[in-house]
């Protein structure tokens, strides 16, 4: 009995301390304040629940140094955050890229959701001058660490949609991430080439043959154009660093509007 008394008594005395630890609530300097309304009006979005917006830039060393409750850091919005944006993209290439495999599209996808490409994002959004970090963080360069930054990123599409829902998330990712994807920016992992080939061997729609139309710039930094041409009819036209960044691209351009054709049948 005495073993249970003196068990009690500890329990609660670290349950005060606890509460003691996280009791403080979040402050924002002015600065801080007009950061948010900037960041808002730069997106042209509205967030009815402004914590939820606070939340998704305050790191977990801010909230050590301020002795804020813990679940108060970005790293729940983050979780949140990285399934949102599976599904949006996973959605977006489905419908854009009608004949491309699973694997290449999983192989696409998980170019785009990735540290190194949502971190560009963040950084392009300026959303590591707002983010809340402990002097430690700070002063290591935290703002500027990608893993950091790829985070603050999840973390604000996970505040998006449970503020807004997913289509508010779609249109911010219509107006920042899918124009990257719709011009090429992910590319590199994509064979538009043979999946062209393969949606004209579907359909039995004739040859396709590829055809350097210019070649342009000095010798060190020549730009080639070419041409893919179906039954010697032009289809797509695209430009590269290479010959076969060229084609490519073309490759691309021709899908599109083969994609386009087959949906006005």
């Known amino acids: 009995m005495p073993q249970s008394s003196k068990y009690h008594r500890k329990s609660k005395s670290h349950y005060s301390n606890d509460r003691r630890r996280g009791n403080r609530k979040m402050i924002l300097t002015e600065e801080q304040k007009k950061q948010f309304d900037d960041l808002m009006q730069r997106t042209e979005l509205t967030f009815e629940n402004k914590k939820l917006l606070i939340q998704a830039f305050t790191h977990s060393s801010y ?17 949140l955050g990285d399934a949102v944006l599976e599904l949006s993209v996973s959605q977006f290439l489905f419908k854009k890229f009608k004949t491309m495999s699973e694997g290449d599209m999983t192989k696409l996808r998980a170019s785009i959701v990735c540290e190194p490409s949502l971190a560009q994002f963040a950084l392009e959004l300026k959303f590591g001058e707002i983010v809340l970090l402990g002097k430690g963080e700070e002063m290591t360069g935290g703002r500027a660490r990608p893993a950091l930054l790829a985070d603050v990123f999840e973390a604000f599409i996970g505040a998006l949609y449970l503020d807004q829902g997913l289509d508010s998330v779609l249109k911010f990712l219509n107006d920042t991430m899918y124009p990257k ?14 999946q062209l080939q ?3 061997q579907r359909d039995n729609l004739g040859q396709i043959q590829y055809i350097i139309v210019q070649e342009r710039g000095p010798a060190h930094n020549r730009e080639f154009v070419s041409e893919v041409q179906l039954n010697e009819a032009a289809l ?5 660093r290479s010959k076969k960044e060229a084609e490519q691209h073309a490759a691309q351009q021709a899908l599109m509007k083969l994609s386009e054709q087959e949906k006005l049948k």
């Open 63 to 79: 909230v050590n140094e301020h002795r804020i409750y813990s679940f108060q850091d970005n790293e729940r919005l983050e979780f």
């Open 181 to 194: 994807i719709n011009e090429g920016a992910f590319s590199h992992m994509m064979d538009f080439k043979s």
């Open 236 to 240: 797509g036209i695209g430009t590269g």
């Open 198 to 200: 393969e949606f004209i």
